[in-house]
Nanobody, 126 residues
Framework: QVQFVESGGGWVQPGGSLRLSCAAS????????IGWVRQAPGKEREGISC????????YYADSVKGRFTISRDSSKNTFYLQMNSLKPEDTAVYYC???????????????????WGKGTLVTVSS
């Protein structure tokens, strides 16, 4: 049973920061790419970040590049998304996710992840 549980979402003012965590069980973060995906109301699902296990290659969507950072702590089987300089347009449900077959990161991979958490809501407003 693969389970990802997100935490750390909430409300933050524009310009603020949050760190999202994803605790994984039934799945070890040693073989395949991991990532974060978000969906804002009325908008398409957007893969925003990805991290490989073999060489720590990363991918970031243009919408978050320079502001968000993905990382992992394999000893805790947990990975993170540090979000800085948050904007109202970052408001969305954020999902942690992992691929089941590939360990490389690209726009395609991060938008076709296989395992998902249930999401955590991030609201950025004044």
């Amino acid at each position: 049973q693969v389970q990802f549980v997100e935490s750390g979402g909430g409300w933050v003012q524009p310009g603020g920061s949050l760190r999202l965590s994803c605790a994984a069980s039934g799945f070890t973060l040693k073989y395949y790419a991991i990532g974060w995906v978000r969906q804002a109301p009325g908008k398409e699902r957007e893969g925003i970040s990805c991290l490989t296990t073999t060489d720590n290659s990363t991918y970031y969507a243009d919408s978050v590049k320079g502001r968000f950072t993905i990382s992992r702590d394999s000893s805790k089987n947990t990975f993170y998304l540090q979000m800085n300089s948050l904007k109202p347009e970052d408001t969305a449900v954020y999902y942690c996710a992992s691929d089941s077959s590939y360990d490389y990161c690209s726009n395609y991979i991060v938008n076709h992840m296989d395992y998902w958490g249930k999401g955590t809501l991030v609201t950025v407003s004044s």
